[in-house]
């Protein structure tokens, strides 16, 4: 039987990197996202490579159609969850109710319902593995983007908890962290990008790739003895 896999926020960026990673690791891969056209090219592309995907769609914000996309992603054997946002001024006087709302309803609250559904049936099949996307945001103070760092680093603790409680009935929980990448959604940031990046060892941002390969690995049977972890993907940041 074919192992299948949902990526949230699979149409650019780290989750469209991911999604096709775990194409061409053999998966069949829901491919998340709010845009049809986006959804359509990355599904395209992971055929086009020899893999299997199809496109679901559906808004994280919105609990109702997080837990349609839960129903539809009834039995996949793996669940990443990367789908993320923030505000687009996030100093904390520019904050408004609705960035707040909204960044934990997206990276917070959306994971969680997703876990909720799925790492229960999960269990019931045997196992399966659950791999989240946080940020170094999570464990570094950085002006703007407090409420991004913060809804991860709540993430990062939600991967431990779960680990605990799904490990025993074969599901393993774990995170990847990544460092400043080269995405689309990084554009707005410019050079800063750049001069974050080189505080780190590598000295420059990862590609989504780098990151899709962590999450990859996290998600294969290879990393079976590893449980409740997050995997610092950020070149070497974690070390300075």
């Given at each position: 039987?074919?192992?299948?896999a ?6 650019s ?6 999604a096709?990673?775990?194409g ?5 891969v ?6 049809a ?11 086009c490579a020899g893999g299997s ?12 159609s997080?837990r349609?996309?839960?129903a ?5 054997d793996?669940l ?18 609705h960035?707040?709302a ?9 994971p ?13 099949r045997?196992g399966g ?7 170094m945001?999570?464990a ?8 991004y ?8 603790q939600?991967t ?9 009935a074969g ?12 995405t ?10 750049d ?6 060892p590598a000295g ?31 070149g ?5």
């Open positions: 039987m074919t192992s299948s949902l990526v949230t926020g699979a149409t960026g780290i989750g469209r990197a991911v096709h990673a775990l061409a690791a053999g998966h069949h829901l491919v998340h996202g709010r845009d056209a986006r959804g359509a090219d990355t599904v395209a592309a992971i055929r995907a199809e496109f679901v769609a559906a808004d994280l914000a919105d609990p109702a997080c349609a996309l839960a539809t992603a009834a039995d996949v793996v990443v969850n990367d789908a993320g946002t923030f505000p687009a001024d996030g100093l904390t006087p520019d904050v408004t109710d960035d707040l909204a960044v934990f309803a997206v990276n917070v609250a959306a969680h319902r997703l876990v909720a559904a799925l790492a229960p049936r999960m269990a019931a045997g593995a659950i791999v989240n996307v946080l940020s945001a999570a570094h103070g950085m002006p703007g983007i407090g409420l760092g913060a809804s991860k680093a709540a993430l990062a939600l431990r908890a779960w680990a605990v409680e799904f490990e025993p599901v393993r929980v774990n995170a990847v962290s990544p460092g400043p990448t080269r689309e959604g990084m554009e707005r940031f410019g050079p800063a990008l001069a974050m990046a080189a505080k780190a420059r941002p990862a590609t989504p790739a780098e990151i899709a390969a962590a999450v990859a690995f996290l998600a294969a049977p290879g990393s079976s003895f590893v449980q409740g972890a997050v995997l610092d993907v950020d070497g940041r974690c070390a300075v």
